[in-house]
C-alpha cells in the first residue's frame, strides 16, 4: 500500500512561490498517477493537478494553469508542486493521492485510492 506524506507549505506574500513535495514510501510508487488536491476553510475539497506514472502527462484545474508546475522524480519516490504567483485565493491545505492508473484531464473526476493525509498549509497573506 502507498503511504504519502506531503511538505513544503508555509507563508508566503501574493506573488511569492513555493514548493510542495509528496514524498511515498511503499511498493511500486513509479506505476501510479499521483494527483495534489487542495482545501480552503469552509469550501469542498479540489483537485489541483495530477501527473501520470511516467509524467509525462500532466493536467491543471484552470484556476492554476500557467502558475503551477507538477512534476515527479520517480528515483526518489517523490511527486513536486512548483507554485509560483500565489494569491490569496491559494491559500488551502494541499493533499496529494494516489490516483492509479489515470491522470484525468478532470483532476476531481479521478478515482482516489487510500486516505487522505495531514496535508501542508500554504497561507498567502497581505
Known amino acids: 500500500q502507498l503511504q504519502l506524506m506531503e511538505s513544503g507549505g508555509g507563508l508566503v506574500q501574493p506573488g511569492g512561490s513555493l514548493r510542495l513535495s509528496c514524498k511515498a514510501s511503499?511498493?511500486?510508487?513509479?506505476?501510479?498517477?499521483i494527483g495534489w488536491f487542495r482545501q480552503a476553510p469552509g469550501k469542498e475539497r479540489e483537485g489541483v493537478s495530477c501527473?501520470?506514472?511516467?509524467?509525462?502527462?500532466?493536467n491543471y484545474a484552470a484556476s492554476v494553469k500557467g502558475r503551477f508546475t507538477i512534476s515527479r522524480d520517480n528515483a526518489e519516490n517523490s511527486v513536486y508542486l512548483q507554485m509560483n504567483n500565489l494569491n490569496a485565493e491559494d491559500t488551502a491545505g494541499y493533499y496529494c493521492?494516489?490516483?492509479?492508473?489515470?491522470?484525468?484531464?478532470?483532476?476531481?473526476?479521478?478515482?482516489?485510492?487510500?486516505?487522505w493525509g495531514h496535508g501542508t498549509q500554504v497561507t498567502v497573506y497581505t
Open positions: 493521492v494516489n490516483l492509479g492508473l489515470f491522470c484525468k484531464e478532470d483532476v476531481n473526476a479521478a478515482v482516489r485510492y487510500g486516505a
Open positions: 511503499g511498493l511500486l510508487f513509479e506505476h501510479y498517477a
Open positions: 501527473i501520470n506514472d511516467s509524467g509525462d502527462t500532466t
